[in-house]
């Protein structure tokens, strides 16, 4: 398998989800703005969100593909179905069961997670409503996580990238077209939520069917749960939630945080974390889908040298791509946002605001990127214990930053805090690597370092420049000559970054890999 096909094919999935994910957000801030309705669909739907990277996409995965792996290249093809038959059925009838508990339980959750929202009625029973229509997407989006590991374990990459397009599309379709015609527009995004975690399921059926691995999930809870498969899964699974619901834990605390910050909090961050999403997801979560499988394997076969080069490719990767990203985040947040959200009820206010927000979780991209490609390092092996002591350890770190951070900068020490504890969680997992001898940095990479610093100063300066000599917010009286002039900044800038590291001898075609 071509790596860098792979990363390409998902990163252009992940593009246009993430386009269709802006255009969503857009449409949002249009209709909305940062008001109090607006800051309750987010708290709510950051709620299913939340769990589902607790039990779907992360701890799940986690525990999930190595073992799939396992099965799929020394046990055969009949072991390997019944583990996906028994995972899939102890599966369904637990996120059944946590649904329907959130459905009920929505007044006592939102109290927890917002509550800042208490003191006024209008948005907390608006939130209690949306969390009550939005809690079985969990239900669905995991079950999703189960069809997005087992096709990505048979190297079929597409479907899975593709597949949060139908979520975006479906809240647009919401939006536009069924918002204006409710009592309350914004709870039609909660129902687009709904729709679109159906649709996102029925998608895998296919694909599924046509490698022969649909899932089955049987009445039969007894004997799913007495496959000796899923008690592995289980088992990995349970430092893995540690771990994840760590991370999720301290997103509560941030949320609870930013409901106290008075009107537009929640949302200044909401929305700068969505532009976040787009290097995090293109580089970060493409490069973690298609590394762990790749790790999984050269681990299961004790080649070393395999699976350290993995990895050498995977930081490199992350090295030359994020930081012009990072750079983007911190000194052209005004042009991003304004171009983006600066529409309707999105005012200059509303702007700087996000800016701010998106200039400090900027800081922490890197780590946070680099983070998405440490981690399967461990989860390869089958270490899930080593990353949850390391997230115990941020999580404590992350709050007492926010002690620090949120005093003297407001909504923007959120993410901040966030950005400080993601560096320290990327140097213990890379660290940690180090120590215990399962990564070792092929040669050239002071050389390496040199170059990017170098292409760095010339990108920085040019992003500055660009970022203050235009009225970014005056020029939305001219839309699309502010569209075409962001676009032409982006293009000229990739240009001389890319440019100056190729004049000073980097060759992109290092960077092609092939895995088994």
């Known amino acids: 398998m071509n790596l860098l096909?792979?990363?390409?094919?998902?990163?252009?999935?992940t593009m246009l989800s993430r386009i269709t994910g802006l255009l969503r957000e857009i449409l949002i801030a249009r209709a909305f703005g940062a008001s109090e309705l607006t800051d309750a669909?987010?708290?709510?739907?950051?709620?299913?969100?939340?769990l589902r990277r607790i039990f779907g996409e992360g701890a799940f995965s986690q525990a999930f593909v190595p073992i799939l792996n396992e099965y799929h290249g020394k046990r055969g093809d009949e072991e390997t179905r019944h583990l996906i038959d028994a995972v899939a059925t102890v599966m369904a009838w637990a996120l059944a069961a946590v649904s329907l508990l959130g459905v009920i339980g929505a007044p006592v959750v939102m109290t927890v997670v917002a509550t800042g929202f208490r003191g006024e009625a209008g948005t907390y029973d608006a939130a209690v409503f949306m969390t009550r229509v939005m809690f079985p997407y969990i239900g669905?989006?995991?079950?999703?996580?189960?069809?997005?590991?087992?096709?990505?374990?048979?190297?079929?990459?597409?479907?899975?990238?593709?597949?949060?397009?139908?979520?975006?599309?479906?809240?647009i379709v919401a939006a536009v077209f069924v918002g204006p015609h409710m009592d309350q527009p914004i709870y039609a995004q909660a129902w687009g939520v709904l729709v679109g975690g159906v649709?996102?399921?029925?998608?895998?059926?296919?694909?599924?069917?046509?490698?022969?691995?649909l899932p089955r999930v049987s009445l039969n809870l007894r004997a799913a749960w007495a496959n000796p498969g899923v008690r592995r899964v289980v088992k990995q699974m349970a430092p893995a939630l540690l771990a994840v619901s760590v991370a999720q834990i301290s997103l509560?605390?941030?949320?609870?945080?930013?409901?106290?910050?008075?009107a537009g909090a929640v949302s200044y961050i909401t929305y700068a974390d969505r532009l976040m999403e787009f290097p995090t997801a293109l580089l970060g979560v493409a490069l973690g889908t298609i590394l762990l499988p790749s790790l999984s394997k050269a681990n299961a076969a004790d080649n070393r040298e395999e699976y350290s080069g993995l990895l050498d490719w995977g930081l490199r990767l992350t090295f030359l791509l994020a930081l012009p990203c990072a750079a983007g985040l911190i000194l052209f947040g005004t042009p991003l946002t304004s171009v983006l959200f600066n529409y309707g009820r999105f005012d200059a206010h509303a702007v700087e605001m996000t800016r701010q927000a998106l200039a400090t979780y900027g800081i922490g991209l890197l780590a946070i990127i680099l983070i998405k490609i440490l981690t399967p390092g461990f989860y390869a092996r089958q270490d899930i214990r080593t990353p949850v002591k390391i997230a115990i350890f941020v999580l404590i770190i992350t709050q007492l930053a926010n002690f620090a951070f949120v005093?003297?900068?407001?909504?923007a020490g959120l993410p901040l805090s966030i950005s400080f504890g993601s560096t320290v969680n990327a140097l213990l997992l890379f660290f940690g690597l180090r120590r215990r001898g399962f990564y070792r940095p092929?040669?050239?990479?002071?050389?390496?370092?040199?170059?990017?610093?170098?292409?760095?100063?010339i990108l920085s300066g040019m992003l500055m420049w660009f970022a203050r000599n235009f009225d970014w917010v005056a020029l939305g009286g001219t839309p699309w000559l502010r569209v075409a002039l962001l676009a032409a900044c982006l293009v000229l800038a990739a240009t001389?970054?890319?440019?100056?590291?190729?004049?000073?001898?980097?060759?992109?075609?290092?960077?092609?890999?092939?895995?088994?």
Do not use: D, E
Not at 199 to 213: D, K, N, T, Y
Not at 252 to 261: D, P, V, W, Y
Not at 496 to 516: E, I, P, S
């Open 442 to 457: 092929s040669a050239g990479w002071g050389l390496f370092l040199l170059r990017l610093v170098a292409a760095m100063l």
């Open 496 to 516: 001389v970054y890319f440019g100056t590291l190729w004049l000073m001898g980097l060759r992109y075609a290092a960077f092609r890999r092939r895995a088994g």
């Open 199 to 213: 649709l996102q399921l029925l998608i895998q059926v296919p694909a599924l069917r046509r490698l022969g691995v």
């Open 41 to 50: 669909f987010n708290v709510a739907f950051r709620i299913p969100n939340l």
């Open 140 to 171: 669905l989006i995991s079950m999703v996580a189960l069809a997005s590991g087992v096709l990505n374990t048979w190297r079929n990459f597409a479907v899975p990238a593709f597949t949060p397009v139908l979520l975006n599309l479906s809240l």
């Open 407 to 411: 005093p003297l900068l407001g909504h």
């Open 252 to 262: 509560i605390i941030n949320t609870n945080i930013a409901s106290r910050l008075g």
């Open 5 to 13: 096909k792979a990363l390409a094919t998902i990163s252009g999935l």
